[in-house]
């Protein structure tokens, strides 16, 4: 049986949380080497969205093993990314292109800081 839409996210969340918590490691070690007054602060809220997605990507890889899902290879190109997996003994395949991956990325540490549209007047 082919994965639900459902499980499609999930498996895409699974690909892309590794580089939200890679994106949050990078920004602090930039934040911890400038001149900034509120460096603390803001230190400390990133590793709270750090904490956020490493506790997601456990609950995901939960629900995906739950479901029967297993990624079981990924690929990474100068464009895009491939991941294999296997849902319920049927192997399929998954590309993300790098430019979505970024958005995605942007967008979740976005509404993880409470500055993504929503949170605009």
Do not use: N
Not at 24 to 53: N, W, Y
């Amino acid at each position: 049986m082919k994965a639900t839409q459902e499980e499609m996210v999930l498996i895409r969340t699974m690909l892309e949380l590794p580089f939200v918590i890679k994106v949050l490691d990078a920004d602090m070690k930039r934040i911890e080497s400038s001149p900034l007054r509120t460096r603390g602060a803001l230190i400390r809220r990133f590793e709270g969205l750090r904490e956020d997605a490493r506790h997601e990507m456990r609950d995901v890889r939960q629900m995906l093993h739950m479901r029967g899902i297993k990624i079981t290879r990924q690929t990474r190109t100068e464009d895009r990314m491939t991941a294999e997996y296997i849902c319920r003994g049927r192997q399929d395949r998954m590309i993300l292109m790098w430019s979505r991956v970024k958005c995605d990325v942007e967008e979740r540490v976005e509404a993880g800081l409470g500055a993504g549209p929503a949170a605009r007047y």
